[in-house]
């Protein structure tokens, strides 16, 4: 059978001709004469592309008698010049393709040095006019001559004339060029050159210095100022698309960068700051032996390994609060890490680099990513988990191997309850989220028996079975009795506002107020507005950021209800909120990506000025809580009571929290004691012992906070109260006898 010959092209001739039937014929016969008469042209086609509404793809038609060659492109929508000419180089198959203005401004004469140039190896040749005398009106003039000015300001492109309708570009480079222009207007011809520039293609000029205006077309019904703000807006756009082109070819260190910089904030002022009563029993449990640390946890309400991890981090680099602050500072910047890579591997780089500022400037993520509790860690084990999960979903479906994925997620789930149970949260949005992205024929009962994803989840469930009747032994004391208490629609809307601005609900003034829900108002919208503009193949990835995101807070609410005992606290959902930042930016890239508007630019100033309030607030109030009050200051209490001698006397914390924080402070100091009983069972270190005794000192500092003095040992007759020291919302009374 004889093979089929293809018939190559040479020189494509592109005419973008939107509403042009009044020349629309005359325009064809003189470029059919002008082919007919230059046969060096090779095999030429002419593609005229109507984007308009009246007869000037059937007038073109009417005329393709006159040529061997001839499209006639409708694209379905008119956008603009930039999708028009787009159009026409995506049906182009020439060598050589290039465009030119269908009143033929630019004389054909002039395709000859453009197509040698391009011939001989030029990537791209653009029409060079003397813009200062091309145009007749003084509106168009202006702004043709401040085009060219501007670019060379924001764009950095070295041109006289970019906005000539005359280019011409080799095949490969137009098809490297137009595929993913995203100009559709006026500027197009800029971020052309822009991204030959950043391709480092070769971009030749011809001077056109016969051009000549074939009509005064004015701004098509805009006003010059319009028009030139118009263009103005186009130019920062392209250029902030130019830096985010640069940038996906540099994701990898950008986002060693951002984890960088996600550290660098939450070590900033907080890590040095007084320890908290739940650090302080982190460092009186690691102090334990590992039997004594898996006693501890089986009396506490947490799981043990974040526990025995961070005792052989300790045993490697100290026991100091700081150091065990930096595991859980490098597990958040870890989590950064993955969460960009995540995002970059469903979506798309650029997608990646929107998400950098809204995972960097987290004030939720970051407040416990500095602290000596296992959170960090557990928000590390579950993105790291969902990226394993998605890797293996994908070659799981595509027929590749991925068994060896399949385990590591299992090993993940595990891993993720032994530290954290709330990282169940993030278990049941993955598994809702495997639900759902299955194919309605893939959802009967047969086949999903047999999908590795159920296995895995199973196979997770089977590692943590030997700490089973442990969890069911602190489930029960929990639900006989917890301090936790029954959440309120304040308390669901506290953990969205402190995203943003690191306040609770209750505590935001008015002014507070209006900018918090404004940024939560616009959060939606852009979420709201990627849900419809995200394509088929993403939208299944954007939900599972909304799972991840909203699941955790629902489930948890309604765990909380009666007659539950409830659980509800918002560092409970501090694990699965790196999500919740990562669908913000990757809603924005989205929604920027499909409908870019200038307003979008002030919604995105809008988040992240409130992020950067959140940050600043949450420096100021430091590592315990929203209130600068109530905040505790151990290290603070500690230092005044060193200056006054303690060794001549005894110091009584009022409560348990109190003693265990002062406790860190003065590990061996015989002279500080509990009030409360049965101390030993916090999980302290061996040398706490529960006091038996009264205190004969002569001197007893009692340390108690703002709601008054009280408990078992508070100093009695025959001593009397001297004076009170207030120490940033924390007393210290002074009693002799």
């Not at 011409?168 to 050159?193: H, P, S, V, Y």
């Not at 701004?219 to 996906?248: D, V």
């Not at 929107?354 to 579950?382: C, D, H, K, Q």
Request: some cysteine.
């Amino acid at each position: 059978m004889p093979r089929k010959k293809y018939l190559v092209i040479d020189t494509s001739i592109i005419l973008p001709s939107f509403n042009e039937a009044s020349i629309i014929i005359e325009t064809l016969t003189t470029v059919a004469a002008y082919i007919d008469d230059n046969p060096w042209l090779g095999e030429c086609e002419v593609i005229v592309v109507a984007a308009g509404k009246d007869d000037t793809p059937q007038l073109a038609e009417s005329q393709s008698h006159r040529f061997k060659h001839l499209k006639v492109v409708q694209p379905p929508k008119a956008l603009g010049k930039g999708n028009d000419v787009r159009a026409g180089f995506m049906a182009a198959s020439g060598s050589v393709q290039l465009f030119m203005d269908a009143d033929l401004s630019t004389p054909l004469k002039h395709i000859k040095r453009m197509v040698e140039l391009l011939r001989d190896g030029i990537d791209v040749v653009i029409g060079e006019r003397k813009v200062s005398a091309i145009h007749p009106s003084t509106g168009r003039r202006l702004l043709s001559q401040a085009g060219p000015l501007a670019s060379r300001l924001i764009l950095r492109l070295p041109f006289k004339d970019t906005q000539c309708g005359f280019k011409g570009f080799r095949a490969d480079a137009a098809k490297a060029l137009f595929t993913n222009l995203e100009t559709m207007a006026w500027g197009f011809d800029l971020e052309i050159l822009k991204r030959a520039q950043e391709s480092k293609l070769k971009v030749r000029s011809v001077p056109i210095n016969d051009w000549h205006e074939g009509r005064e077309e004015g701004f098509r019904g805009q006003s010059p100022l319009r028009a030139g703000l118009k263009t103005l807006r186009e130019l920062f756009a392209i250029r902030a698309a130019s830096f985010a082109r640069i940038g996906a070819h540099h994701t990898t260190g950008i986002f060693v960068f951002a984890s960088l910089a996600a550290g660098a904030f939450a070590i900033w002022r907080n890590l040095s700051e007084s320890i908290w009563f739940d650090e302080a029993f982190t460092t009186g449990l690691i102090g334990r032996s590992v039997s004594g640390v898996l006693q501890g946890t089986a009396h506490d309400v947490h799981p043990p390994l974040y526990y025995l991890i961070l005792k052989l981090w300790a045993a490697l680099f100290g026991h100091s609060i700081v150091t065990l602050r930096v595991f859980s500072v490098l597990c958040g910047m870890l989590s950064v890490f993955v969460a960009l890579k995540l995002v970059r591997r469903l979506f798309c780089a650029r997608a990646a680099l929107w998400t950098v500022p809204f995972v960097v400037l987290a004030p939720f993520l970051l407040r416990y990513n500095i602290e000596a509790r296992m959170y960090a860690l557990a928000s590390l084990i579950g993105i790291s988990a969902t990226y394993v999960l998605v890797v293996a979903m994908e070659r799981w479906r595509a027929k590749q191997p991925s068994r060896w994925l399949w385990i590591w997620y299992a090993v993940l789930v595990a891993a993720g309850v032994y530290t954290l149970y709330y990282t169940a949260l993030i278990w049941i949005a993955h598994f809702l989220w495997c639900l759902l992205s299955t194919s309605k024929k893939d959802r009967n009962l047969k086949r999903l028996i047999r999908a590795p994803w159920l296995f895995a989840f199973v196979g997770g469930v089977i590692l943590y079975v030997p700490w089973l009747p442990v969890f069911i032994g602190q489930a029960h004391k929990i639900q006989n009795g917890f301090w936790i208490s029954p959440p309120s629609i304040d308390t669901v809307l506290s953990i969205f506002t402190t995203t943003f601005s690191y306040k609770a609900n209750w505590q935001l003034n008015t002014s507070a107020s209006f900018i918090t829900m404004l940024a939560l108002a616009t959060a939606g919208w852009f979420i709201v507005r990627a849900w419809h503009d995200v394509d088929t193949k993403q939208r299944k990835y954007l939900l599972l950021l909304l799972l991840a995101s909203f699941v955790p807070i629902i489930v948890l609410f309604c765990a909380s209800l009666p007659p539950l005992q409830p659980v509800f606290v918002s560092r409970y959902v501090s694990q699965t909120i790196i999500s919740g930042y990562a669908l913000l930016g990757v809603a924005i890239a989205i929604t920027r990506a499909n409908r870019p508007h200038l307003l979008q630019w002030v919604g995105v100033l809008v988040l992240l000025g409130a992020l950067i309030q959140g940050v600043s607030t949450l420096q100021n109030v430091g590592n315990y809580n929203f209130d600068t009050v109530s905040r505790p200051h151990a290290k603070q209490v500690m230092n005044y009571l060193f200056n006054q001698h303690p060794e001549q006397g005894t110091v009584i914390a009022q409560t348990s929290e109190a003693y265990l924080e002062l406790h860190y402070y003065a590990p061996d100091a015989s002279w500080l004691r509990p009030t409360v009983t049965n101390v030993t069972n916090l999980a302290l270190g061996p040398n706490v012992q529960e006091p038996t005794t009264a205190p004969t000192s002569p001197i007893i500092w009692y340390v108690y906070g703002n709601n008054g003095p009280s408990g078992k040992e508070m100093p009695k007759a025959p001593y009397h109260l001297v004076r009170v020291e207030n120490i940033q919302g924390t007393n210290v009374g002074r009693y002799e006898r």
